[in-house]
């Protein structure tokens, strides 16, 4: 239909077999959309929670390098840091994530009519095209969880460095007993008449 987005001039068939497991869930979307005439935000919780995972599940492969790309080298010019730039990331994708699915089967769409494919061959070169890969979704998880791993000891590591170290004492504060020589023990233990003692004050001066 003429004023709306030439991805939803798809077949439902087309984006059932492209979208593969809960595509019931996509079907619904993608009428509502019809409706209104253009894509309408969405909400997909596994694009929430797990962004890298869910984006490999469903084999958005681009989406999964940009936000790679976005998580590691934004953070560090942002003041939110690497929580705030996830947050972010995970609500956009969750908002997005059902639109870009779409998308993605209308071109495979495109492409099985340029090679001519009808039935079920069509069926079977658009759930090559879409569908989910586990195999994929488990990678990007260690690969996810890699990540976070690196960036906690990176944190640790700053913080390690940025406490003090302790104070060192100069040696000119030391005991005058020790930087004198001598023992400060010498007049305890001696006789009375051993004992070294200074002479008073107007001896001093009358001698001087």
């Known amino acids: ?3 709306w987005p030439k991805e939803l001039d798809l077949a ?4 059932v077999a492209y979208v593969g497991p809960n595509a019931d869930t996509y079907l619904d979307y993608f009428r509502k959309c019809r409706v209104a005439g253009k894509f309408k935000m969405g909400f997909v919780w596994g694009a929430f929670a797990t962004t890298p995972v869910w984006l490999a599940y469903r084999k958005l492969w681009l989406w999964m ?19 705030g730039v996830a947050t972010g990331i995970g609500v ?3 908002m997005l994530g059902q639109s870009l699915v779409v998308k993605g089967a ?3 769409a495109q492409e099985a009519d340029e090679e001519g494919l009808q039935g079920e061959g069509r069926r079977a070169f658009l759930r090559r095209k879409g569908g989910t890969s586990p195999v994929a979704a488990i990678i990007a998880s260690v690969l996810t969880a890699l990540v976070v791993v690196v960036a906690i000891i990176g944190r640790l590591e700053d913080a390690g460095s940025s406490i003090p170290a302790p104070a060192s004492h100069p ?4 005991a005058p007993a020790a930087t004198q020589g ?12 051993e004992k070294k003692s200074a002479p008073p004050d107007w001896l001093r001066h009358s001698v001087e």
């Open 1 to 3: 239909m003429a004023g």
């Open 12 to 15: 439902e068939g087309d984006l």
């Open 65 to 83: 390098l940009v936000i790679f790309i976005v998580g590691i080298g934004v953070p560090k010019l942002l003041p939110t840091g690497a929580s």
């Open 92 to 94: 956009a994708m969750a």
């Open 106 to 108: 209308w071109k495979a």
């Open 171 to 174: 040696a000119s504060q030391k």
């Open 182 to 193: 001598g023992d400060p023990f010498d007049n305890i233990y001696k006789p009375q008449s």
